[in-house]
């Protein structure tokens, strides 16, 4: 034997028996049932015994149900389905609704920009067609003077109807 903790006290202990109970000897006579007074017992005494070439019979362990048992049972499982259907459009529903929301925003501010590139356009050719804006373009870019009074010449146009004959 090891010796755990330095001493010889485990080895006294359970190698020699010094502090181990007595077991109790079984004796040949059954220990007494207690019975109540005015108790009668029944003792099985005779036992039918079954051929053995016969199959054993299998206990039934399913349990059937009764129609009312099966109508609870059917009316639950349909609320479930209908509140699982429910959620899932919920969420579906949701779902959409937030592509719809995020697609709106993306519109509104493409709308937004060109609004704003409207609006610059707009004050553009308001600059572009003003009197001073062609004035200052024909002198510069077409090479354009502007009329003097002593230029002006008079002429006459003559104008034959061919429609008269």
Not at 42 to 65: D, E, F, G, I
Not at 137 to 146: E, F, P, R, S
Request: glycine content about 4%; some cysteine.
């Amino acid at each position: 034997m090891v010796n755990l903790n330095g001493s010889n006290a485990y080895q006294m202990r359970y190698e020699e028996g010094a502090v181990r109970k007595k077991r109790k000897e079984k004796s040949d006579v059954p220990a007494k049932k207690h019975v109540r007074p005015n108790m009668t017992v029944k003792l099985n005494t005779k036992r039918a015994k079954k051929p053995s070439h016969a199959p054993k019979q299998l206990k039934n362990r399913v349990r059937t149900l009764d129609a009312g048992e099966v109508r609870v049972l059917f009316a639950g499982g349909f609320v479930f389905c209908i509140i699982i259907a429910f959620f899932a459009f919920t969420m579906c529903c949701h779902a959409r609704d937030n592509e719809l929301t995020l697609l709106i925003n993306q519109k509104k501010d493409e709308l937004a920009s060109l609004q704003n590139d409207y609006q610059g356009l707009m004050v553009e050719r308001d600059n572009f067609l003003a009197d001073d804006a062609i004035e200052d373009y024909a002198i510069h870019n077409l090479g354009m003077q502007k009329r003097e009074s002593r230029q002006v010449k008079w002429f006459e146009v003559s104008w034959n109807d061919d429609f008269d004959e």
